[in-house]
């Protein structure tokens, strides 16, 4: 068990409608990362917050959008989804260690859209 | 364009051999590099990290070995185990430390 949750764990819904995905970080984690990981794509960044605060935005569609909140949970909106955004998307938090910086991934939410 | 590629996609190694993951970059501005293992339904796990200044880390059977000059760098699982089977990826860190860049996975499996 890594620490981080995420909800719902599974996601079922139909083209055009809009979701939230939630995660909750490590306690004292203030990073969270949010990466959607598909069969053909591998794990692909989306967006990084640290403590509130947009750090870096990957390969988001202007469809998604995210925020981190004060305290410090994040969320993932999916809009207008269409088929193609069937994934997993899981979240990370992360803390600096003494290599670099450690990512605890959650279980992931495995959305279908139908 | 992928600014981590990782090799071979999926890898078949008997039980007490060595698992060998390759990865290459091209961008000089990563500066951190980790290996995770994924299991079937799980997240992603930190399974070893190196910096660019190390050539080589050795945590237990797991050995990461960097070469900075040609920018690759590898995972060796030695005495591979069937509890090894599991996805990994590799992945760099851009330098400001805020976005991380994965390999595609390598699916390894280990027969007894």
């Known amino acids: 068990d890594s620490g981080v949750t995420q909800t719902p764990k599974h996601l079922i819904t139909a083209t055009g409608q809009r979701v939230t995905l939630r995660c909750s970080p490590r306690?004292?984690?203030?990073?969270v990362y949010w990466y959607q990981q598909s069969l053909d794509q591998g794990l692909q960044f989306l967006i990084h917050?640290?403590?509130?605060?947009?750090?870096a935005k990957g390969n988001i569609l202007e469809r998604f959008s995210a925020q981190q909140f004060p305290d410090l949970h994040s969320e993932l909106n999916l809009s207008s989804l269409e088929l193609g955004d069937s994934a997993l998307y899981f979240c990370?938090?992360?803390?600096?260690?003494?290599?670099?910086?450690?990512?605890?991934f959650g279980p992931g939410t495995r959305l279908l859209v139908l | 364009q992928q600014q981590v590629k990782q090799s071979p996609q999926s890898l078949i190694v008997q039980k007490g051999g060595i698992s060998i993951i390759n990865c290459a970059y091209e961008?000089?501005?990563?500066?951190?590099f980790p290996w995770y293992q994924q299991f079937p339904g799980k997240g992603p796990a930190l399974l070893i990290a190196i910096r660019p200044d190390v050539s080589e880390k050795k945590e237990g059977r797991f050995t990461i070995s960097f070469n900075k000059s040609a920018k690759q760098f590898s995972l060796h699982i030695m005495d591979s185990q069937p509890g090894d089977s599991a996805t990994y990826f590799c992945a760099a860190r851009w330098f400001t430390g805020n976005q991380f860049y994965f390999g595609t996975g390598t699916s390894l499996t280990v027969i007894p």
């Open positions: 990370a938090s992360a803390r600096e260690d003494r290599v670099g910086e450690t990512q605890y």
């Open positions: 961008n000089t501005a990563f500066d951190y």
């Open positions: 917050y640290y403590n509130g605060e947009e750090r």
């Open positions: 306690s004292g984690d203030l990073s």
